[in-house]
C-alpha cells in the first residue's frame, strides 16, 4: 500500500518507550558534544586573530551552524500532534535565527573582501557557502509557507504533502553546511592560530558526533515514504478503506481507533474527509455500496463500511471570495447556509402557489350546500400534505447547527424557521376550516390577503 508519509516523522525510533527516551538522550548527548567542540576549536582560534573585522564572520557562521543543527535535531524525538506544533514553531524560530545569523556572517566577508580588493567567491570553501545561502533562503520561505501560509499551494492537504520533500532537503542542507564549516576551518589562517596542527583532527570528531547523533535517531523505516512506500501494519490493513472524490482515490485509515470501524463514526469519516478534500462538512453527501450516510453519529460499521471500502464523497469546495460573504469568513458557515438555502428552497418551490389553491378550493366549497365525499377527501390530503412538507422543513432546520460565531447563518436559520412557521399557521387555519366543513358547519375562510408571504 502507498502512502505519502508526511504525517510520520522521518527521524523517530521503534523501540519501546524507555528505549526510546534513552536514545533521544544519546542523541542529544552527541549532537550538544560535537557542537560544543566544534565552537570550542573555533574559539580557541579567533582568541589568538589579531581583532578585524574578518573575526565576526567565522564567529556568525559558527553560530548558524550551531542554530541550523540544533533546528533540525529538536524535531526528531516529536511523535504526538502536540509535540510537533511545538516543535515546529520552536524550528521555524531558531531556523529563521540562524539565517539571520548567516546573512551577517555572509556580509561580513563579502565587506572585509571589498575592502582588502579581494576577488569574491575564488574559493571552494566560498563557492560552496553561497550555494548554501541560496539553498537556505529557498528552504526557508519553502518551510514557512507550508507551514503558515499553506493555501499559497492550493489547499492545506496539498501544502501537507510538500512536507516531507521540506525535511528530506532540509538533512542534505545540513550535510552541506557541514561540509562548508569543514572547509573554512582548514583554511590556511585556522590552521595557522590553532594552538597544535593535530587539534584540526579533532574537527573530525566534532562532525562524527553530530552526524552520529543525527544517524541515531533516524529511523531508515521512514525514508521509504519519501519515494511513496512504506511498511502497513495488519491493523491499519483493517481499518483503511479508499475515499472516491472527483476521480481522485485516496486512502483512509481509522487505526487510531481501538475498534476500529466499530468505534468510528460517520462524523469522524466526514471530518477526514474534510481534512484531505477541504469540502464543508454541510456540503458533503457520503455514500458506501449505494447508501447514504445520514446519521453522523452511527458508526461505521452500522453503515455497511468495512475493509476496503470505497466512499463515495460528492461535495464541492468554496471559493474563498464567496466565503467572504459570511460573518466567520469560514469554508464550514457557507456550506450551512447553503444547506439552510436548499432546505427553504423545498417549502418556497410552489408551496405558497398550493397553499393559495387550497384556499381558493375552500372557497369554493363554502359555496356548495354539501359536500361529497370526494371533496372533503381533496381538502383534508391537500391539507395534510402541505402540513408534513412544511413541518419536514422546520425539523430540518431544527437539526442544522450552527456555532455562536457563524452569525450569517444562524440569521438565515431564523429567517427560514420564521417563514415555514408563518405558512404552517396559514396551513393550520385552512386545515381547521375544512375540519368545519366538513363536519357541515357553515363557516367563511379567512380572506388570503389577511396573510404574509415570505418571498
Same mark, same amino acid.
Given at each position: 500500500?502507498?502512502?505519502?508519509?508526511?504525517?510520520? =516523522?522521518?527521524?523517530?525510533?521503534?523501540?519501546?518507550?524507555?528505549?526510546?527516551?534513552?536514545?533521544?538522550?544519546?542523541?542529544?548527548?552527541?549532537?550538544?558534544?560535537?557542537?560544543?567542540?566544534?565552537?570550542?576549536?573555533?574559539? %580557541?582560534?579567533?582568541?589568538?586573530?589579531?581583532?578585524?573585522?574578518?573575526?565576526?564572520?567565522?564567529?556568525?557562521?559558527?553560530?548558524?551552524?550551531?542554530?541550523?543543527?540544533?533546528?533540525?535535531?529538536?524535531?526528531?524525538?516529536? %511523535?504526538?500532534?502536540?509535540?510537533?506544533?511545538?516543535?515546529?514553531?520552536? +524550528?521555524?524560530?531558531?531556523?529563521?535565527?540562524?539565517?539571520? %545569523?548567516?546573512?551577517?556572517? !555572509?556580509?561580513?566577508?563579502?565587506?572585509?573582501?571589498?575592502?582588502?580588493?579581494?576577488?569574491?567567491?575564488?574559493?571552494? +570553501?566560498?563557492?560552496?557557502?553561497?550555494?548554501? !545561502?541560496?539553498?537556505?533562503?529557498?528552504?526557508?520561505?519553502?518551510?514557512?509557507?507550508?507551514?503558515?501560509?499553506?493555501? @499559497?499551494?492550493?489547499?492545506?492537504?496539498?501544502?501537507?504533502? @510538500?512536507?516531507?520533500? +521540506?525535511?528530506?532537503?532540509?538533512?542534505?542542507?545540513?550535510?552541506?553546511?557541514?561540509?562548508?564549516?569543514?572547509?573554512?576551518?582548514?583554511? +590556511?589562517?585556522?590552521? #595557522?592560530?590553532?594552538?597544535? =596542527?593535530?587539534?584540526?583532527?579533532?574537527?573530525?570528531?566534532?562532525?562524527?558526533?553530530? @552526524?552520529?547523533?543525527?544517524?541515531?535517531?533516524?529511523? !531508515?523505516?521512514?525514508?521509504? &515514504?519519501?519515494?511513496?512506500?512504506?511498511?502497513?501494519?495488519?491493523?491499519?490493513?483493517?481499518?483503511? $478503506?479508499?475515499?472516491?472524490?472527483?476521480?481522485?482515490?485516496?486512502?483512509?485509515?481509522?487505526?487510531?481507533? =481501538?475498534?476500529?470501524? *466499530?468505534?468510528?463514526?460517520?462524523? /469522524?469519516?466526514?471530518?477526514?474527509?474534510?481534512?484531505?478534500?477541504?469540502?464543508?462538512?454541510?456540503?458533503?453527501?457520503?455514500? $458506501? %455500496?449505494?447508501?447514504? #450516510?445520514?446519521?453522523?453519529?452511527?458508526?461505521?460499521?452500522?453503515?455497511?463500511?468495512?475493509?476496503?471500502?470505497?466512499?463515495?464523497?460528492?461535495?464541492?469546495?468554496?471559493?474563498?471570495?464567496?466565503?467572504?460573504?459570511?460573518?466567520?469568513?469560514? =469554508?464550514?458557515?457557507?456550506?450551512? #447556509?447553503?444547506?439552510?438555502?436548499?432546505?427553504?428552497?423545498?417549502?418556497?418551490?410552489?408551496?405558497?402557489?398550493?397553499? *393559495?389553491?387550497?384556499?381558493?378550493?375552500?372557497?369554493?366549497?363554502?359555496?356548495?350546500?354539501?359536500?361529497?365525499?370526494?371533496?372533503?377527501?381533496?381538502?383534508?390530503?391537500?391539507?395534510?400534505?402541505?402540513?408534513?412538507?412544511?413541518?419536514?422543513?422546520?425539523?430540518?432546520?431544527?437539526?442544522?447547527?450552527?456555532?455562536?460565531?457563524?452569525?450569517?447563518?444562524?440569521?438565515?436559520?431564523?429567517?427560514?424557521?420564521?417563514? &415555514?412557521?408563518?405558512?404552517?399557521?396559514? $396551513? /393550520?387555519?385552512?386545515?381547521?376550516?375544512?375540519?368545519?366543513?366538513?363536519?357541515?358547519?357553515?363557516?367563511?375562510?379567512?380572506?388570503?390577503?389577511? !396573510?404574509?408571504?415570505?418571498?
Amino acid at each position: 500500500m502507498t502512502t505519502n508519509g508526511e504525517e510520520v =516523522p522521518l527521524l523517530e525510533n521503534t523501540s519501546t518507550n524507555t528505549d526510546i527516551h534513552k536514545k533521544d538522550k544519546v542523541s542529544k548527548l552527541s549532537i550538544a558534544t560535537g557542537l560544543s567542540l566544534f565552537a570550542i576549536l573555533v574559539g %580557541s582560534v579567533l582568541v589568538r586573530v589579531p581583532f578585524n573585522i574578518f573575526v565576526f564572520h567565522p564567529f556568525f557562521m559558527t553560530l548558524f551552524l550551531i542554530l541550523a543543527t540544533e533546528g533540525i535535531s529538536l524535531l526528531q524525538p516529536t %511523535s504526538t500532534p502536540e509535540e510537533k506544533k511545538k516543535g515546529l514553531i520552536y +524550528h521555524a524560530i531558531i531556523q529563521t535565527t540562524s539565517y539571520l %545569523s548567516a546573512i551577517t556572517g !555572509f556580509t561580513i566577508i563579502f565587506y572585509n573582501k571589498i575592502l582588502q580588493g579581494k576577488p569574491h567567491f575564488d574559493s571552494l +570553501h566560498g563557492q560552496l557557502g553561497l550555494f548554501v !545561502f541560496i539553498y537556505l533562503l529557498i528552504q526557508l520561505v519553502f518551510g514557512i509557507t507550508i507551514a503558515f501560509v499553506p493555501r @499559497l499551494y492550493g489547499s492545506v492537504q496539498k501544502a501537507k504533502s @510538500l512536507w516531507k520533500f +521540506h525535511r528530506v532537503f532540509g538533512y542534505i542542507l545540513l550535510v552541506l553546511v557541514w561540509t562548508t564549516a569543514q572547509l573554512g576551518v582548514r583554511a +590556511h589562517y585556522m590552521e #595557522m592560530y590553532l594552538y597544535s =596542527p593535530h587539534l584540526m583532527w579533532f574537527h573530525w570528531v566534532a562532525v562524527i558526533l553530530v @552526524l552520529g547523533g543525527i544517524l541515531s535517531g533516524t529511523r !531508515f523505516t521512514c525514508l521509504k &515514504s519519501f519515494f511513496g512506500y512504506r511498511k502497513v501494519s495488519k491493523r491499519e490493513l483493517r481499518t483503511t $478503506v479508499t475515499l472516491s472524490w472527483n476521480d481522485k482515490k485516496t486512502q483512509l485509515n481509522f487505526k487510531e481507533f =481501538p475498534k476500529g470501524f *466499530e468505534e468510528a463514526t460517520v462524523k /469522524d469519516l466526514k471530518e477526514k474527509c474534510k481534512a484531505i478534500t477541504e469540502v464543508p462538512i454541510a456540503l458533503m453527501k457520503l455514500q $458506501v %455500496s449505494g447508501a447514504n #450516510m445520514k446519521d453522523d453519529t452511527a458508526s461505521l460499521t452500522s453503515v455497511g463500511v468495512c475493509k476496503n471500502s470505497i466512499i463515495i464523497l460528492n461535495g464541492e469546495t468554496v471559493d474563498e471570495s464567496v466565503v467572504k460573504q459570511t460573518a466567520s469568513g469560514n =469554508p464550514e458557515e457557507y456550506g450551512l #447556509m447553503t444547506k439552510i438555502g436548499k432546505i427553504v428552497e423545498t417549502i418556497t418551490d410552489g408551496t405558497v402557489e398550493k397553499i *393559495e389553491e387550497l384556499e381558493q378550493l375552500i372557497t369554493k366549497c363554502e359555496k356548495k350546500k354539501k359536500l361529497n365525499a370526494q371533496d372533503k377527501k381533496t381538502l383534508q390530503d391537500r391539507g395534510i400534505y402541505l402540513s408534513e412538507k412544511i413541518m419536514q422543513a422546520l425539523i430540518s432546520l431544527d437539526g442544522v447547527e450552527c456555532p455562536v460565531s457563524f452569525e450569517t447563518a444562524r440569521q438565515r436559520r431564523r429567517e427560514g424557521v420564521k417563514l &415555514s412557521q408563518a405558512l404552517l399557521e396559514r $396551513v /393550520d387555519k385552512s386545515r381547521a376550516t375544512v375540519k368545519e366543513l366538513c363536519s357541515g358547519k357553515t363557516v367563511r375562510h379567512p380572506a388570503v390577503q389577511n !396573510f404574509i408571504i415570505y418571498d
